[in-house]
T-cell receptor, first 113, second 110 residues
Framework: GNSVTQMEGPVTLSEEAFLTINCTYTATGYPSLFWYVQYPGEGLQLLLKATKADDKGSNKGFEATYRKETTSFHLEKGSVQVSDSAVYFCALGGDNQGGKLIFGQGTELSVKP | SQTIHQWPATLVQPVGSPLSLECTVEGTSNPNLYWYRQAAGRGLQLLFYSVGIGQISSEVPQNLSASRPQDRQFILSSKKLLLSDSGFYLC?????????FGQGTRLTVV
């Protein structure tokens, strides 16, 4: 069945460091891919999305490129801030997947000043 | 605007007591609705999924049940809570590639 695998956390970085959170997926067809973020004490928010191969989603300095050949959707940011500390979830879904959203296990990011 | 309401925000219940968590959606029609659980230190686990009124798919065997009495209402229930039911429960809706989450309910079973 469909699944999403993320790198395990927690990830601890210093401010202004480069961030990569790996995400790979297994799915039939061509799902849409998402990154969600959960800040402390808050609900999940959509961070960025990509709906087809080679699409790049971007928001708030974060980017992820839909790589069909490697079935990956890695999240990157060139210079993290303390305010980026949160849990990040990779997900796949869309109407061609029966509408279901399938999430990875989440990766906790902690950015130190 | 599109919003999702989930309540209560926190709940402490004794073992063996019943549970009812409610979620309502505004600003869309015929959404896909979900209940997820996020156990401490773990990721999101899909519990139930609904594509329409009265249509519920259970993703994992468990002590919980779900119902969708109206198009934009999704209820998570249990007749008798277990300690292992403690966790953070999230309601969500999706339509096409949009997805929205409620603020979640922190359930502690004591």
């Amino acid at each position: 069945g469909n699944s999403v695998t993320q790198m395990e956390g927690p990830v601890t970085l210093s401010e202004e460091a480069f961030l990569t959170i790996n995400c790979t997926y297994t799915a039939t067809g061509y799902p849409s891919l998402f990154w969600y973020v959960q800040y402390p004490g808050e609900g999940l928010q959509l961070l960025l999305k990509a709906t087809k191969a080679d699409d790049k989603g971007s928001n708030k300095g974060f980017e992820a490129t839909y790589r069909k050949e490697t079935t990956s959707f890695h999240l990157e940011k060139g210079s993290v801030q303390v305010s980026d500390s949160a849990v990040y979830f990779c997900a796949l879904g869309g109407d061609n997947q029966g509408g279901k959203l399938i999430f990875g296990q989440g990766t906790e990011l902690s950015v130190k000043p | 605007s599109q919003t999702i309401h989930q309540w209560p925000a926190t709940l402490v219940q004794p073992v063996g007591s019943p549970l009812s968590l409610e979620c309502t959606v505004e600003g869309t029609s015929n959404p896909n609705l979900y209940w997820y659980r996020q156990a401490a230190g773990r990721g999101l686990q899909l519990l139930f999924y609904s594509v329409g009124i009265g249509q519920i798919s259970s993703e994992v065997p468990q002590n919980l049940s779900a119902s969708r009495p109206q198009d934009r209402q999704f209820i998570l229930s249990s007749k008798k809570l277990l300690l292992s039911d403690s966790g953070f429960y999230l309601c969500a809706w999706s339509r096409w590639i949009k997805a929205f989450f409620g603020q979640g309910t922190r359930l502690t079973v004591v």
